[in-house]
């Protein structure tokens, strides 16, 4: 570890306002503790579940063959890891908007969104690992084979750009994080000095211009990366580049993928601010402009989500290709659908009320209603993915369409990764400002 | 879908013309490859001593590759060997010739956008020095991994660089052909349906040879009925060795491949993740998982499993690795058994036939002009789903089913032959702990 200037003690005088971020960093409350416990628990209850898999195999999960038997290869471990890509979205594309386009009016949620981007691609590589039948050679058969495989096979590309995007939000948010640690020295928790000292190694004064034109590169990065080669562009390739599965086919995925993963992710972004908010009294900080303006963009995302689906069953299911239109004809056949899309339905018709009446707005309806298509996408996505292998183009054997439902290991899964989004919350809460400085000055 | 010929003609093993196709793939040098081809034939066939084999090319080879690591004289010149070959694919023994090292950045670069006095750009610095140790740190753990891996298992006798688990087949550098190339030898099949009774015999063959897991049917017999039709057809649908295999293209470890000297399309056991991207992307549900441990579900393979390369891909896979019909492939290495597969041996109707698709003279196509001729040049025959772009190795004989076909119970059954048809009745994980403490009270 680099040796490091100790920054003064209180450069930033005793503001109200730096105080108000800093409540969290106290001691912790037994609303804290409490909730690291159930936390905990999930996690165990998740960790008893995956060495259950782990001893006797993927047999205890309702994944099955198809060919001859109507099984799902593929299931809910998938539809979950395209879920929480997707919300890893959310970070980056707030904070991305507050440096690139001058969106400062979620300057507030920024770092919040941007610590939901880093947990969310945990999460998401952790549904990759935990999907796996042989998890102990990930890296050791992966990594020394990934230059020929980088050329034909989209789960290499999927591993590249998963790890590359969270190489990135990382250092972009190590560097926007910097000047702040810097300029509260002294008013931070002593117990986490030398995680303090890491972060601002090699720390200058000066540097901050530097680092600012650095996270505006980063952000822009970030945001080219996402449409194109994340979830517009790797994820649903990772489908509709298959030959056998004509559920999956159609140029529409990657436009409908980046948008029900804008949903999901402005959603998730919406929950949390409205959660520390109440927690800490951040009424000021994070005030209900916020929440209006979040709360307008999931609206729109979940409308570009209907309008694409609206595309795929129309032209599906009218006079397309026999395997197409029996793909289409079988999402179309399925009531879970209709819930999740009524559920986005919800949240778009909402957002047209709010406009019209602007006067009734009220935060805990803006957030209940956010966050309906973070539910919503996890079906659909579930359902794509399973329903995709129901109906193959070679569907001469026995059990076409065939049957899956996830068992308690799988949905156990869930409470894992949702435990550790909010152990990831609880530990960042205590650590880091949640605020940017600068930006609650400003 | 009447395709069986290959426009190209096939190429010839060992020909200088076969040599180039293959080294202009290779990064290196062809006219040094080309080179020590021919004297390693010539000294095959006794024209040069192997001293002599040893000492030409040395300094060409030290020049090339840093190493002349051919067989020498203190190896005894054993042929190739997958140990030694491994070994020298490994990461760790290339060396820094093989990894470029990035460029360092100038220790005071204030130049680019900060004026004089600006301090150092010590931030993008200590930026670059963290993912350069995490990349550091992702290497030591994929040692680490890959040790722990490798030491839970048994090593293989006669093959320790497998069971040191050095790498696949495709880091070995050799025996591994991309999707899509044309071999100049390709195995495949010809299966006759005209003639296929759906007896099972063929299955329940592969079964035993295999000593596959319960359920597990590499080969399966779909028995359907056309609407037109009184009598029952049935399709012998297996693994079809694609060409242009759609799990190869899409394996992100490269444990799916196509063996370069015979075009089979296998899974390298020792590397498989367990992914399920190639049983996803095949076109024909032709891949099945080993959900648990094969021994618990009668999985009774007891062989080596490995082929001459060293490389393990025959008989029922172990736990959280992917199997499929292997077309037998340590039989193809074996002269006296080459030409021939489990079920092609069991088929007593003499509906199914293996061999190199490319050879006018293997069994497939002399069974297939035989039938032409039977039928005065107006046979029948397809591949399946040929319109995907597969490249498909398997040649059927009849007609494929149409869009009206429907499944029915063919005239024999799985049972009859101890095979469990509905695998999923067996893939019964055991019962967890709490729902037995909940059925105990």
Redesign the interface.
């Known amino acids: 570890m ?1 040796t490091t200037q100790r920054p003064s003690v209180d450069e930033t005088g005793d503001s109200a306002l730096t105080a108000t971020i800093l409540r969290p960093l106290g001691r912790p409350s037994w609303r804290w503790m409490a909730t690291l416990a159930a936390a905990a628990v999930g996690l165990a209850w998740f960790a008893q579940a995956w060495v ?1 898999q782990l001893r ?5 999960t309702n ?9 799902i ?2 299931g809910f471990y998938v539809g979950s890891f395209i879920w929480w890509v997707g919300i890893a979205h959310g970070g980056i594309i707030v904070s991305a908007a507050v440096r690139l386009f001058g969106m400062d009016t979620f300057a507030p949620v920024a770092r919040i969104a941007e610590l939901l981007t880093l947990a969310g691609l945990a999460n998401a590589g952790l549904y ?1 690992v935990i ?15 990934l230059p ?2 980088i050329q ?5 590309w999927d ?1 590249v750009v998963i790890t590359l995007y969270f ?1 990135l939000t990382a ?1 972009y948010l ?2 926007t994080l ?1 000047h702040d640690l810097h300029r509260l020295a002294g008013r931070l928790p002593r117990a986490f000095t030398p995680l303090y000292r890491l972060l601002l ?4 004064p ?2 901050q211009a ?2 600012e ?2 996270a505006w590169w980063l952000a822009l990065g970030l945001i080219v990366l996402a449409p194109f080669f994340l979830h517009g562009g790797v994820i649903p390739w990772l489908f509709a580049l ?4 004509p559920g999956w086919f159609g140029p529409v995925q990657g436009p409908q993928f980046l948008a029900a993963a804008l949903a999901s992710a402005l959603g998730a972004v919406t929950l949390l601010a409205y959660v520390l908010r109440r927690v800490y009294r951040w009424e000021e900080l994070i005030d209900d402009r916020v929440f209006r303006g979040l709360s307008r963009w999931v609206g729109l995302f979940a409308l570009l989500f209907l309008w694409l689906q609206l595309q795929k069953v129309v032209t599906g299911s009218a006079m397309a290709p ?1 395997s197409i239109e029996t793909a289409v004809d079988a999402v179309v056949a399925t009531p879970l659908y209709w819930v999740a899309l009524a559920m986005l339905a919800v949240t778009v018709a909402h957002v047209g009320v709010q406009m019209l009446a602007p006067q009734r707005f009220s935060v805990g309806r803006t957030v209940a209603v956010a966050v309906l298509p973070l539910v919503a996408i996890l079906i659909e996505k579930t359902l794509f993915v399973v329903e995709g ?1 129901m109906y ?3 569907d ?3 059990g076409v369409p065939g049957s899956y439902t996830p ?2 290991v799988e949905l156990s899964s869930l409470v894992g990764a949702l435990s550790i989004m909010v152990l990831f919350f609880l530990v960042a809460v205590k650590v880091v400002p949640l605020i940017e400085l600068k930006e609650a000055e400003s | 879908m009447t395709s069986e010929h290959r426009d190209d003609p096939p190429n010839l093993v060992g020909s200088d013309a076969w040599a180039r196709e293959v080294l202009a793939d290779s990064e290196h040098d062809t006219g040094l490859g080309l080179a020590v081809a021919r004297d390693a034939q010539r000294v095959v066939a006794g024209e040069m001593t192997e001293e002599e084999f040893r000492r030409r090319h040395h300094g060409a080879y030290l020049e090339a590759f840093g190493v002349d690591a051919r067989p020498s004289l203190d190896d005894g010149l054993a042929p190739p060997d997958p140990e030694r070959s491994r070994a020298e694919a490994s990461p760790a023994d290339r060396g820094p010739r093989d990894i470029a090292e990035p460029p360092r950045p100038q220790d005071t670069d204030a130049g680019d956008d900060g004026g004089p006095g600006e301090p150092a750009t010590v931030p993008r610095r200590a930026v670059l020095g963290a993912v350069g140790g995490a990349a550091i740190g992702a290497l030591f753990f994929g040692e680490m991994f890959r040790r722990n891996a490798s030491a839970g298992e048994p090593p293989a006798q006669g093959d320790a660089a497998s069971a040191r688990g050095d790498g696949t087949a495709r880091a070995a550098g050799g025996g591994v052909a991309p999707p899509g190339k044309q071999l100049p030898v390709q195995f495949g099949m010809v299966i006759d349906l005209e003639r296929c009774d759906g007896c099972l015999d063929c299955v329940q063959a592969c079964s035993d040879e295999n000593g596959l897991s319960e359920g597990v049917l590499w080969p399966y017999v779909l028995s359907y009925q056309e609407p037109q039709d009184v009598d029952p057809r049935f399709l012998v649908r297996m693994c079809q060795h694609c060409t242009k295999a759609p799990c190869v293209m899409v394996c992100p470890t490269g444990a799916r491949h196509r063996r370069l000297a015979d075009g089979l399309v296998l899974t390298d056991y020792d590397v498989c993740i367990g992914c399920r991207y190639c049983q996803v992307a095949c076109p024909y549900g032709a891949n099945v998982f080993q959900w648990s441990h094969p021994a618990v579900y009668g999985g009774s393979f007891q062989g080596d499993g490995r082929d001459s390369r060293g490389v393990k891909v025959a008989g029922d896979p172990p736990m959280g690795v992917m199997g499929k019909c292997t077309f037998c492939p340590i039989r193809q290495e074996d002269p006296e058994r080459r030409g021939t597969a489990s079920c092609v041996d069991a088929c007593a109707m003499g509906a199914l036939h293996i061999g190199d698709l490319n050879d006018p003279e293997s069994a497939p196509n002399r069974y297939l002009a035989q039938r032409r001729e039977e039928a005065g040049g107006n046979l029948p025959t397809f591949r399946l789903l040929e319109g995907l772009g597969t490249e498909p190795n398997i040649i059927y004989i009849g007609q494929p089913p149409s869009a009206q076909a429907e499944l029915i119970d063919g005239p024999f059954d799985y049972e009859d032959w101890d095979l469990t048809e509905d695998r999923r009745a067996v893939l019964e994980g055991p019962e967890p702990w709490f729902r037995r403490l909940a059925r105990e009270g």
């Open positions: 680099a259950f006797y195999g993927l047999i205890v994944l099955a063959d198809w060919g001859y038997v109507g099984g290869p593929w990759i999907h796996l039948g042989r998890p102990d050679r990930v890296v050791s058969s992966i990594l020394p084979n020929q495989t034909t096979s989209p789960l290499a591993v190489v250092t190590t560097l910097r190694a090699g720390h200058r000066g540097e530097k680092a034109r650095m298959l030959p056998g599965q026999l292998l193959p183009v070679f001469l054997y026995e068992s308690w």
